[in-house]
């Protein structure tokens, strides 16, 4: 099974800044990775797949990079909406889910 | 409208069974694989099970392979979860998902809301 790891479990920024969080994977997952969004009470959305294209209806301030075991998910410009828990998801061999980074106000 | 509603939830003793169902609208369901993830209350994702569209790739994760069934009705356009067995650690919402694909291996564009699971004495 793998595992896929992210980093840091909390990110404190402030608006209008930029939020820089990883994710790394216990083997090669080639590009499939994909990023949500959860905000407490609701559903995951998602919002990259294929490791840097974005979902439908997706802002251009989130953009996603990396390949192999390394992933970054940016968020150039933090609105008040984008705080929330981020979760990254290897799709390569069925699925596995990272703990997640919770993004706050700082 | 795509919609994905679960069934089923509830509190369950420990070593006892339940049956999550998940009713959906607003696509074909037989051209998509389908999955179910669980979240802990206050605690991350966890991928539970998929099922492709016509049922002939199923998995699991470890910590469900042997106690939990998946199974689909195309013509009811319901998924089932059959969970045995179940342990305090099965304690999580459930929730219902779509794969953008009819294998079952690629990520997930829709969800359902959540059927919550408490598994205590």
């Known amino acids: 099974e793998i595992v896929m790891t992210q980093s840091p479990a909390t990110l404190s920024v402030s608006p209008g800044e930029r939020a820089t969080l990883s994710c790394r994977a216990s083997?090669?997952?080639?590009?499939?990775l994909a990023w949500y969004q959860q905000k407490p009470g609701q559903a995951p959305r998602l919002l990259i797949y294929?490791?840097?294209t974005r979902a439908t209806g997706i802002p251009a301030r989130f953009s996603g990079s990396g390949s192999g075991t390394e992933f970054t998910l940016t968020i150039s410009s933090l609105q008040s909406e984008d705080f929330a828990v981020y979760y990254c998801?290897?799709?390569?061999?069925?699925?596995?889910f990272g703990g997640g980074t919770k993004v706050e106000i700082k | 409208e795509v919609q994905l509603v679960e069934s089923g939830g509830g509190l369950v003793q420990p070593v006892r069974s339940l049956r999550l169902s998940c009713v959906v609208s607003?696509?074909?369901?037989?051209?998509?694989?389908m999955h179910w993830v669980r979240q802990a209350p206050g605690k991350g994702l966890e991928w539970v099970s998929g099922?492709?569209?016509?049922?002939?790739?199923?998995g699991y994760a470890d910590s469900v392979k042997g106690r939990f069934t998946i199974s689909r009705d195309n013509a009811k356009n319901s998924l089932y979860l059959q969970m045995n067995s179940l342990r305090a650690e099965d304690t999580a919402f459930y929730y219902c998902?779509?794969?953008?694909?009819?294998?079952?291996?690629?990520?997930?564009?829709?969800w359902g809301q959540g059927t919550l699971v408490t598994v205590s004495s």
């Open positions: 998902v779509k794969d953008i694909s009819s294998g079952g291996a690629y990520y997930f564009d829709y």
């Open positions: 607003g696509f074909t369901f037989d051209d998509y694989a």
């Open positions: 099922i492709s569209w016509n049922s002939d790739n199923i």
């Open positions: 083997q090669s997952v080639s590009i499939n």
């Open positions: 294929g490791a840097s």
């Open positions: 998801q290897q799709y390569n061999n069925w699925h596995t």
